[in-house]
């Protein structure tokens, strides 16, 4: 079945990159996600890449994609203090649904 | 401008009770969803409305029931639920019911005693 991973926490200084991982199954999936989550908020959705690109950058963040092994990073660079909060990556389910099959979340700690 | 809303922002109810969940949207988007979210845990899909019509009914109990008045509107009525469906509630919205990225509201944190 479609499944969806990533380690469940980062640690990172402020001023230094940050990058999160995660892996997929569906290699039929046309876009993946990335959504950042603050406690006690909504998904906000940050940024996503088409599966026929193999990178994709927006100011501070890179997308890197390999469709050979299902595996999707993002990464942030000059992570700041307000940049801690939990990172979701998501694939849209096959059936064209709409249904997101999302991964466990990271949790990124920003330390001073 | 991708602002979906929803209201209230927070609601304790107990389990006899029967209230609804508002969610709106006005980037006339034609897809819809409800989502759970319990802490600590990603969201789970609990229905899709594609066009107004609920496509997709994620095996949800009968206690949670959707209504999607028109294209920006959509709605949760609650009925008789259970501790256990204490959760975040989100609500998100999407161009098309596929391919296209969903953007998601605030959240209804809700509490059932």
């Known amino acids: 079945g479609e499944d969806v991973e990533q380690s469940l926490f980062l640690s990172v200084r402020e001023g230094d990159s940050s990058v999160i991982n995660c892996t997929y199954t569906?290699?039929?999936?046309?876009?993946l996600y990335w959504y950042k989550q603050e406690p006690g908020a909504g998904l906000q959705l940050l940024t996503y890449i088409f599966s026929n690109m193999d990178m994709k950058q927006d100011q501070r963040l890179t997308v890197l994609l390999n469709k050979k092994d299902k595996h999707l990073s993002l990464r942030i660079a000059d992570t700041q203090t307000g940049d801690s909060a939990i990172y979701f990556c998501?694939?849209?389910?096959?059936?064209?649904?709409?249904?997101?099959?999302f991964g466990q979340g990271t949790t990124l700690q920003v330390k001073p | 401008d991708t602002e979906v809303t929803q209201t209230p922002k927070h609601l304790v109810m107990g389990m006899t009770n029967k209230k609804s969940l508002k969610c709106e949207q006005h980037?006339?988007?034609?897809?819809m969803y409800w989502y759970k979210q319990k802490a600590k845990k990603p969201p789970e899909l609990m229905f899709v409305?594609?066009?107004?019509?609920?496509?997709i009914n994620e095996s949800v109990p009968s206690r949670f029931s959707p209504e999607c008045p028109n294209s920006s509107l959509l709605n949760l009525h609650l009925h008789a639920l259970q501790p256990e469906d204490s959760a975040l509630y989100l609500c998100?919205?999407?161009?098309?019911?596929?391919?296209?990225?969903?953007?998601f509201g605030p959240g209804t944190r809700l509490t059932v005693t």
């Open positions: 569906d290699s039929s999936s046309t876009y």
């Open positions: 980037m006339g988007h034609r897809a």
């Open positions: 998501a694939e849209e389910g096959s059936g064209n649904t709409g249904k997101l099959i």
């Open positions: 409305y594609s066009y107004e019509k609920l496509s």
């Open positions: 998100a919205s999407s161009q098309e019911p596929s391919g296209y990225e969903q953007y």
